[in-house]
């Protein structure tokens, strides 16, 4: 049996650094700027309990094989697949979603930096104005005071109007995500973490108290919490599960990565199940930080993605202290998305260190620029761009714009298949003597876990993919 090759040479300095780093990765854009909007688009309750049915079923199992996969393997995505499967005796064809899992991280992190940089912008913008009220002595001002409300929300089509504003806030986002990758595993990865997801934990659980307070809270509750099971159909599966897989970062190189690492003597499965309780835990605190606010001035939950970026500055306007409270949202989304797209940048930057022997400020450098150019496309497409359509053939994606069809193509189709992949290559083709060892599970836990793998976590991602992409198959 040949043993790993291409294996890393880095490691991270503690349990906890990975603990940290890979919550890091979980938790972002997808936690406070996603799950809200889906939830609030596919009617609260329902989406709400079938989301934590495919965390616990299908991602927290496939969470211990990602990082099984990275630790055993000790590689980048795609030479971690390839090791375990040589280590197996099977064929070396499994690499193709160890590919699949890095070009999805490429592909994500460009429209996340977008994304990130409309964050950028309104921290900017919430930034200005708090300090002004600030240093004007009424720091409890609610925030953009004497704006209208239309012209509050007409701040988003004007930024995407901006192109030079979208590329200079794009170019920031890649730019640090860059210096922090650039630095490494423990100088820049591990460190990031360590500050920025403290920070992260602290601002969250303050302004929720806040919208606790000054919110509707009961409201909140109870459209996050009462489930319609009329709403709950096939597309809004899928959507649950697309993003259970997204929000856990699965299916795009990150928890591989990661795992590959992990020292030999670190315990999975409790780590992986502080992953999805951390993920799911913020997911969940992210709407009831978020509706309490929006119901508390008779916005709807529904508004789609513009939610974060329209209706709560709108809200944060008329409530006390909006002005600083709307600035240190800004920055808690921005911390979050920091940590996760680190975690997607790392993916195909140890895959050119590892596979391809470059240098890690090498690997970084041509990964970024590549990244940032096809993000540029992304951006393109809020604007100038906004008519062209990369899949017109494709119903689901016909009128897509480029950047919806990236978010759409990697979230419903690519995740799903490399999570599919992933299931049956750990539940069914890897070795089940080097599986045991590495998760360190034992009798009735690691029958469980396999079954949940091998069966439930294929089939369920199967059904969900198909009927989702198709949805005329059920009618
Ligand atoms: N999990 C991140 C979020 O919820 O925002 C996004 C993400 C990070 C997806 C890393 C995939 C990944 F590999």
């Not at 409530?319 to 600083?324: C, K, Q, R, Y």
Request: proline share 4%; net charge negative.
């Amino acid at each position: 049996m040949a043993g790993p090759t291409h294996v890393t040479t880095e490691g991270w300095s503690s349990r906890w650094a990975f603990i940290l780093a890979a919550i890091g990765a979980a938790v972002g854009l997808g936690n406070v700027w996603r799950f809200p909007t889906l939830a609030g688009e596919n009617g609260g309750g329902a989406f709400v309990l079938f989301y934590i049915g495919c965390v616990v079923l299908i991602g927290l199992p496939l969470i211990l094989s990602e990082i099984i996969i990275g630790r055993a393997g000790r590689s980048d995505a795609v030479g971690s697949v390839r090791n375990v499967a040589e280590q197996s005796g099977v064929s070396r064809g499994w690499t193709t979603f160890g590919w699949m899992e890095i070009i999805s991280a490429f592909l994500i992190l460009s429209f996340y930096s977008v994304v990130a940089g409309w964050v950028i912008y309104y921290a900017g913008v919430m930034g200005g104005d708090f300090f002004g009220n600030l240093f004007s002595g009424a720091p409890f001002a609610g925030a953009l005071q004497g704006e209208e409300a239309e012209a509050i929300q007409g701040r988003m089509t004007s930024l995407f109007g901006n192109i030079p504003l979208l590329l200079a806030m794009h170019t920031v986002f890649m730019g640090v995500t860059y210096a922090i990758v650039a630095r490494g595993v423990h100088d820049g990865i591990e460190k990031a973490a360590l500050y920025l997801m403290p920070a992260f934990f602290v601002l969250l659980i303050a302004i929720t108290i806040y919208g606790a307070f000054v919110g509707n809270f009961g409201q909140a509750v109870a459209f996050m919490f009462t489930p319609d099971f009329s709403k709950l159909d096939a597309p809004a599966m899928n959507a649950a599960l697309g993003q259970a897989l997204f929000s856990m970062s699965l299916g795009s190189a990150a928890l591989i990565t990661y795992g590959a690492y992990v020292s030999k003597d670190t315990k999975l499965p409790p780590t992986a199940a502080m992953i999805a309780v951390a993920d799911t835990g913020v997911a969940i605190i992210a709407g009831l930080m978020i509706f309490p606010i929006v119901f508390a001035v008779g916005l709807d939950p529904a508004a789609g993605p513009t939610l974060v970026f329209q209706s709560l500055p709108v809200a944060f306007q008329q409530m006390p202290g909006g002005s600083l409270i709307g600035f240190l949202f800004f920055v808690l989304i921005f911390f979050a998305a920091l940590t996760s797209s680190i975690s997607l940048l790392e993916g195909p930057v140890s895959w050119g260190i590892n596979e391809l022997g470059w240098s890690r400020f090498k690997s970084a450098t041509i990964f970024s620029l590549a990244i940032f150019i096809v993000g540029i496309a992304c951006l393109l497409s809020l604007n100038v761009w906004s008519d062209v359509r990369l899949l017109p053939f494709w119903s689901i994606f016909a009128e897509s714009s480029i950047f919806d069809v990236i978010d759409g193509f990697t979230g419903k189709v690519m995740l799903p298949v490399a999570a599919f992949l992933t299931a049956i290559f750990i539940g069914w083709r890897a070795d089940k003597k080097l599986v045991a060892a590495e998760t360190g599970l034992e009798g009735g836990l690691f029958a469980l876990w396999r079954f949940l793998v091998a069966w439930l976590a294929p089939i369920g991602v199967a059904v969900i993919l198909v009927f989702g992409l198709f949805p005329g198959l059920l009618a």
